[in-house]
């Protein structure tokens, strides 16, 4: 395939070139040589059709330099420049004329001045996108021109900041967290945005503790079960405004702080997460209902392969086995604020896990030959013509998963750990979905 992709972009080049499209035609050659380095046929493509955009090139930049275009001769020479470093590990040198280069410099240095007053005009009557634009222009061209690079963070930064302080003064802090997030991918140390991030985080945080049921204790072991997968999957989410707290710690820790205070001893203000919702849950009559075995019998076919490789059918009798259960609970769960007592989430559904088996068995028989089909008398020699036996490929393949079939249905403690695994799923995706704004 990569033997392919050169040689179709070397044609592509040419045919390029033969359109007049140089500048397209060498972006093919060099992905030919990209592929390999040494393809001559791309190369020598390469020389010829670089050598005609060079001068297509440095011909524009001669008429832009002459109606003072200066923004189109920076831009055609850098694409000048970047076509001679792309050539060069190919052996192919392109050489910028003196004149083109006294041009360039001329114009860069009106460039730069000319977009510099531009981006400072801009941003002193906070027009932040466009300072950013000629801001972009400039680093492009001189990343270390003036103080460009730290005007470029403020014209990048400032709206968002704004944004995140107008989030915060009506509460969004969630959203406002986001915002100042995408300021600190920016720079790290623009302005107050780290402790304004870990205050929107502190006030926008959701903390959750489950509290105890009445008939938690009759299903104790399924109940926790629920609460600690509940937990895991709530904290693998990593979602940083929702977090579950343990009652008992929080106490622990309460109980700490009033031990320092009393003993005089160095508060550990920031030990105690404080506890904003109470997560009630209910689980509801959980039950396993099982199915009777239900036999069905079959006439089939054990197949034998004898010495001289001719294949021999015996008619037999099989039976096909089945069975079914489901593990049912009705759970309800309520979300309330500590503060305020209001309901943040509410819901109930009826959780099910289900279980089936059904495999064939052939009593005192081989039943890996086993295979499936119809008789009319079992003691009379098998008959193409009378008897029917599906020995195909599939027929063979889907009675063979049928043999090796699981033949036990799974324990209850199976069964409910299925049923844990939904419920806390359900429970855990609420809580994480989840937005007062």
Known sequence: MTGCAYRK????????????????????????LSKKGNYIDARIGLMRAAKIYQE?????????????????????????????????????????????????????????????????????????????KHLEAIINVDPTYENAWEL?????????????????????????YYQFQKILNISQTYKDTRELKDEALEKGMLTIAFLPV?????????????????????????????????????????????????YGLELRTGAIIPVRAHLLLSIENPKLNVSTMQTIKKKGFIKEELPNKTIKYHKVYYNEYSRSQTYRCTFLYDLRSVESGLILLSGSSTATSADNIHYA????KDNANLLSGTWEKQKSPFDPNVDKVNDSFISRTSMQMLVKSRRTLKSE?????????????????????????
């Not at 470029?152 to 406002?176: D, F, H, W």
């Not at 997968?229 to 820790?253: E, W, Y």
Request: net charge neutral; charged share 25%; with cysteine.
């Open 413 to 437: 403690q199976e069964m409910q750990q299925m049923l844990v695994n939904k419920i806390s799923g359900e429970i855990s995706t609420r809580l994480l979905n989840y937005n007062p704004e």
């Open 152 to 176: 470029l963070v403020i014209s990048k930064c400032e709206p968002i900041y704004r944004t995140g302080k107008n989030l915060m003064a009506y509460q969004k802090y969630r959203s406002a």
């Open 56 to 132: 297509q090139l440095e011909n524009k930049i001669e008429s832009s330099y002459s109606s003072l275009n200066d923004d189109e001769v920076v831009d055609n020479y850098l694409i000048l420049d970047n076509l001679r470093k792309k050539a060069a590990p190919f052996q192919v040198e392109i050489t910028i004329s003196p004149r083109t280069q006294g041009q360039y410099a001329e114009s860069k240095n009106r460039f730069l001045i000319t977009h510099y007053k531009e981006a400072q005009q801009n941003l002193d009557n906070e027009n932040f996108g466009a300072a950013e």
């Open 361 to 364: 068995y052939c009593e005192g």
């Open 214 to 262: 009445n008939n938690q204790y009759r299903y104790l072991s399924f109940y926790n079960s629920i609460v600690n997968d509940t937990k895991q999957r709530v904290q693998k989410a990593n979602n940083p405004f929702v977090k579950i707290v343990n009652l008992d710690n929080t106490q622990q820790m309460l109980d700490e702080q009033r031990r320092a205070m009393q």
């Open 9 to 32: 972009a070397a044609k592509q080049g040419a045919k390029y070139e033969q359109a007049g499209m140089y500048g397209a035609a060498v972006d093919k050659y060099l992905y030919s």
